[in-house]
Nanobody, 126 residues
Framework: QAKLVESGGGSVQPGGSLRLSCVASGYTCMGWFRQGPGKELEGVASIDSTDGVSSYADSVKGRFTISQDNAKSTVYLEMNSLKPEDSAMYYC???????????????????????WGQGTQVTVGS
C-alpha cells in the first residue's frame, strides 16, 4: 500500500516548467524515479534528510532540483527546461535508510527505495 502522495504532474510545452510534490514523513532518503513509454524505470534525483545532500541523473542535471520542506513533510522536484524526452510517469520514492552516494557514481536502483507512490504523469509536447 502506497504511503506517498504525489501531485503536480500535467502537460507542458518544451522549455516549460513543472513542480512535483510528494507528501511523506518519517523517511530519511527521498527520491524520484520516472518511466517513459517503452523505457526502463530511471532514477532521477534523491535527497538525504540527514545532511540535505542531493544527487541527480546526468539526464536532468542543471535542469531539475530536488528539495524538501520538513515542516510540511513534503519533497519537491522542480523541473525546468523540460524536453519531450522528459515525458514519463514520475514516482516519488522513500526509504528509512540513508541515501546511497549516487552523486559519487553509484547508480540509482529501484530496490534502494522500499516505499513508492502511485505516480503522476508529466507530458512535454507542443
Amino acid at each position: 500500500q502506497a504511503k506517498l502522495v504525489e501531485s503536480g504532474g500535467g502537460s507542458v510545452q518544451p522549455g516549460g516548467s513543472l513542480r512535483l510534490s510528494c507528501v511523506a514523513s518519517g523517511y530519511t532518503c527521498m527520491g524520484w524515479f520516472r518511466q517513459g513509454p517503452g523505457k526502463e524505470l530511471e532514477g532521477v534525483a534523491s535527497i538525504d534528510s540527514t545532511d540535505g545532500v542531493s544527487s541527480y541523473a546526468d539526464s536532468v542535471k542543471g535542469r531539475f532540483t530536488i528539495s524538501q520542506d520538513n515542516a510540511k513533510s513534503t519533497v519537491y522536484l522542480e523541473m525546468n527546461s523540460l524536453k519531450p524526452e522528459d515525458s514519463a510517469m514520475y514516482y516519488c520514492t522513500a526509504d528509512p535508510g540513508r541515501c546511497f552516494p549516487y552523486g559519487l557514481g553509484v547508480s540509482f536502483k529501484s530496490t534502494d527505495f522500499r516505499v513508492w507512490g502511485q505516480g503522476t504523469q508529466v507530458t512535454v509536447g507542443s
